[in-house]
């Protein structure tokens, strides 16, 4: 049984809590302490500025990245089928598991990249919290996509036009084609993106550099071609993880989400286990507030 400590970075008030969290293996294992009773305690904070309380921005070396919340959000634990009630009631969890809608801003190499666009449509808090940073839908060279759900790429599209019509948009060539095999009715939005998008639309093999320095990694079975992006000491693992709090305790349980579960379930331990050994921070796009953690 492995041990290993979790440090989830949370700001709240200026202040971040930092778990020692005791992570296992086993299918039923417990945590040694439940996130929901997780303490407090004082960590080094340098390095994040706030803007809003749904933004927060942490420098990297040269690599500086922005957490922007596109809306709060809870995930149901009947989300989660396979999830012993024992435990989710372990760990408190019955009422729902804290997450959120999020999309991620990079500067690096002096380029300004998107990761991921959110749900979209009028509670979207993109373009507004993109306009306190003083930056407007043209001011976003780049747009690289872990996959291609409603969730994640509704924010390209607002009444049928694009939203970000100077952006690169880049994509796994593995996802897209993935999604075009699909059923007319669940891929008929990626079409409608690819339309509006077409000059600007770019596909990558896994393993490709992006503009920015940014490493395109393998991490399907979430969809056909998830995708998780290395920028220095950052990792974006877009949704490797969906309810943090019950899937850190036992990384075997898929979300209904996950189309190929044998798969992403090798994709988040294979994923987790890179960041750990590289000692990289992780932004995932459902992680509650603020977004990042660290292993
Ligand atoms: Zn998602």
Same mark, same amino acid.
């Given at each position: ?13 200026? $202040? ?10 086993? &299918? ?57 009630? +024992?435990?989710?009631?372990? /760990? ?6 804290? +997450?959120?809608?999020? $999309?991620?801003?990079?500067? +690096?190499?002096?380029?300004?990249? /998107? ?61 897209? &084609?993935?999604?075009? &095999? ?97 000692? /990289?921070? $992780? ?13």
């Amino acid at each position: 049984m492995k041990k290993t400590v979790l440090m989830i970075v949370a700001l709240a008030a200026g $202040v971040a809590a930092m778990v020692a969290h005791g992570m296992v293996s086993g &299918r039923h294992a417990r945590p040694e302490k439940s996130v929901s009773r997780m303490p407090q305690a004082t960590a080094d904070t340098s390095g994040f500025t706030a803007l809003a309380s749904e933004t927060k921005t942490l420098g990297l070396g040269d690599v500086k990245v922005t957490w922007i919340q596109d809306r709060a959000a809870t995930q149901s634990a009947s989300l989660f089928p396979q999830a012993p009630a +024992s435990l989710i009631d372990s /760990l408190g969890l019955r009422g729902g598991i804290p +997450s959120s809608m999020s $999309v991620f801003l990079v500067e +690096s190499k002096g380029m300004r990249i /998107l990761f991921d666009t959110g749900l979209g449509g009028k509670d979207s808090r993109l373009l507004h919290l993109l306009s306190l940073m003083g930056l407007t839908p043209a001011d976003i060279s780049f747009i690289y996509l872990t996959h291609l759900h409603g969730d994640h790429i509704g924010g390209l599209m607002q009444g049928g036009r694009a939203v970000f019509p100077t952006a690169q948009v880049f994509v796994a060539k593995q996802e897209f &084609r993935g999604w075009m &095999r699909m059923p007319a009715e669940k891929k008929a939005q990626v079409e409608k993106m690819a339309k509006a998008y077409r000059l600007n639309l770019h596909f990558f093999d896994f393993g490709d550099y992006l503009p920015g320095d940014v490493k395109t990694i393998d991490a399907s079975g979430h969809t056909p071609g998830h995708t998780a992006f290395r920028v220095g000491d950052l990792l974006i693992v877009g949704d490797i993880i969906h309810g943090a709090a019950l899937q850190l305790a036992d990384l075997d349980l898929c979300p209904t989400y996950d189309m190929e579960p044998a798969e992403a379930r090798a994709a988040r331990k294979r994923i987790l286990q890179y960041a750990r050994m590289n000692n /990289l921070v $992780v932004a995932g796009m459902h992680l509650p507030a603020p977004g990042f953690m660290k292993f």
